[in-house]
């Protein structure tokens, strides 16, 4: 009797195959840079999915350990983190993915090439992309903050190319009393000699806790008094002989997910720190981090939907059911179209984003730009953190009861995705950083002129329907904050979510017209108005958006002659 044995997905051999990806690549960067780029990008690619992912099987089999003591009694607070764990933190040195947005080769582009590789170096990561997110965040701060010795001594090896000399940076903001809420921090900083201080408190959440440095929270308290505002500290984590400066680890955290990842919780028992910044401005000073390791998390995101799509779709070709490939099934096909489309729509807002910290970080950035992405910067992680737990919920239900088999890996995709609505900032919270943001500097308005430009430079006829449909949004949308500040501030902050997930849909609908009308006519351009139209059917409401229009999900998918 024959025996069936199931092929199991696997990832495609180049980047072409990622449609959000190689459109940007030929339709938003510059002629020159596209052509620069690709060929580093798939060797990237290349590495992530051959190379990269064992280590990363590896070390999510073999998490970090905590060893408390020597075999002779003696506290020693080890955290012991896995070889190939180690070899994932190298390879995103090697790989410029800190590095090639602060060499700036490529100018303000340089941070949209930074992400792209951010985005491919992710999936495969092991999570080791968050200690990245916080180096990075802690080398932007120390850059603009920094005393000339920090910037001399740290910043080499926070942006080094070098994995024997790359430093990572951890960042401990999170205690008991609250999360979000660092108001509530209890870590005092004493100040001792001319320039440094003594940190006392306990630090529920440090993530990445194997990194050299950190950056943290606490309030001076000296002759005169405790501070009652926050400043900013820079922590050197261990001495020259390796030990921890007068610092605790009273336990790893058994998480959910990120289980590769070093997550501890720390006493700091009169830990040598420096303070970065003005003092008592410490939250002012960590919003350049927040900015950073937000987009981070964003970039995170997207990278899992492609991911999961990516093996989706493979194993739609591979997986026979009731007599044919389930590709072949129209329903199955709706279900890969509509993940194409959040993909797609993820990838837009976070490459947005990107553009624009570019330009900011390179002076090039207009205050309309500035304003437009201190808001989008919260909008698109809060979107993209909560879209891809419920994409790769149904990446995995695309398997059946494969998707909930542990080896095959693909529960642990849900595991980790799991952790970005939460990380930087829950939705919630970001909604009402919204909020601040656009009441600030007329920020809402400022934004909503952003976008009508953006509306009225697409020309091409063949979205006359589609732009009206667009600008009809933007209309209502434009007076809807004052409609409910006029009821009450209470009604404004209720609706913070719905004005986020509202004003997602809007931005994600003009950046999708724009890439339809960038991509022309021809195949590209057919995928992109099919994927344009079935955003604004599904979330701005267009028409009835039960009846799938013939052949849209195989223009989305990019099927070329399947019917």
Request: glycine content about 8%; proline content about 4%.
């Amino acid at each position: 009797m024959a025996s069936f044995y199931q092929q199991g997905p696997t990832l495609p051999a180049s980047l072409a195959a990622d449609g959000a990806l190689d459109a940007y690549l030929k339709l938003r960067l510059p002629e020159r840079l596209a052509g620069q780029w690709r060929g580093p990008l798939e060797r990237l690619w290349a590495r992530s999915r051959d190379e990269m992912a064992p280590l990363a099987a590896a070390a999510e089999a073999n998490p970090p350990e905590h060893i408390s003591y020597d075999p002779w009694g003696r506290r020693i607070d080890l955290i012991q983190v896995c070889p190939e764990w180690q070899k994932l933190e190298g390879i995103a040195s090697e790989e410029g993915v800190i590095a090639t947005a602060y060499e700036r080769a490529d100018g303000a582009w340089s941070r949209v090439h930074q992400f792209l590789r951010l985005y491919l170096y992710h999936p495969n990561s092991a999570i080791a992309s968050c200690p990245m997110a916080m180096t990075d965040g802690a080398a932007r701060v120390l850059q603009r903050h920094g005393d000339e010795d920090l910037k001399r001594w740290v910043l080499p090896r926070l942006l080094s190319r070098d994995s024997s000399r790359f430093w990572t940076a951890g960042q401990w903001m999170t205690e008991r009393g609250g999360g979000s809420d660092v108001s509530r921090s209890e870590t005092i900083a004493v100040p001792e000699g001319d320039e440094g201080y003594r940190l006392y408190g306990v630090k529920w959440f440090t993530s990445a806790t194997t990194a050299q440095v950190a950056m943290t929270l606490a309030r001076v308290e000296d002759d005169q008094g405790r501070d009652e505002k926050l400043s900013l500290f820079f922590v050197e984590v261990r001495d020259q002989a390796g030990q921890l400066r007068n610092i605790q680890v009273n336990r790893l955290k058994d998480k959910l997910g990120t289980r590769a990842l070093p997550t501890a919780e720390l006493t700091l028992e009169g830990t040598p720190a420096r303070l970065v910044g003005e003092r008592g401005r410490g939250v002012a000073t960590i919003a350049d981090i927040l900015n950073i390791t937000r987009l981070y998390n964003a970039c995170c995101a997207a990278g899992y939907m492609g991911q999961g799509l990516a093996l989706a779709r493979d194993y739609a070709g591979k997986r026979e059911a009731f007599g044919k490939p389930l590709i072949e099934h129209p329903l199955h096909r709706e279900t890969l179209a509509d993940l194409t489309v959040e993909h797609e729509v993820a990838f837009q807002l976070v490459f947005e984003c990107a553009r624009l910290l570019g330009r900011e970080e390179c002076g090039e950035a207009s205050e309309r730009e500035l304003t437009c992405l201190r808001l989008l910067t919260p909008v698109t992680k809060l979107y993209t953190g909560k879209q891809v737990v419920a994409a790769i919920s149904e990446v995995l239900e695309a398997f059946g009861g494969a998707g909930y088999v542990e080896d095959t890996r693909l529960p642990q995709l849900l595991r980790n995705a799991q952790v970005l609505p939460i990380w930087e900032g829950t939705t919630n919270v970001l909604s009402l950083d919204l909020l601040r943001a656009m009441q600030r500097n007329d920020g809402w308005t400022q934004l909503i002129d952003a976008l009508d430009a953006r509306l009225k430079a697409i020309t091409t006829t063949a979205f006359s329907r589609e732009r009206e449909i667009i600008q009809a949004e933007l209309n209502t949308l434009a007076h809807w904050p004052e409609q409910l500040q006029a009821v009450s501030s209470e009604a404004l902050q209720a609706n913070a979510r719905k004005l986020a997930f509202r004003l997602a849909a809007l931005v994600a609908a003009v950046l999708l017209l724009e890439q339809a009308e960038l991509a022309g006519e021809g195949d590209m351009g057919d995928r992109y108005q099919a994927i344009l139209n079935r955003w604004l059917r599904q979330r701005l409401g267009c028409s009835d958006h039960a009846a799938y229009p013939a052949g849209e999900a195989v223009r989305i998918l990019d099927m070329g002659g399947v019917d």
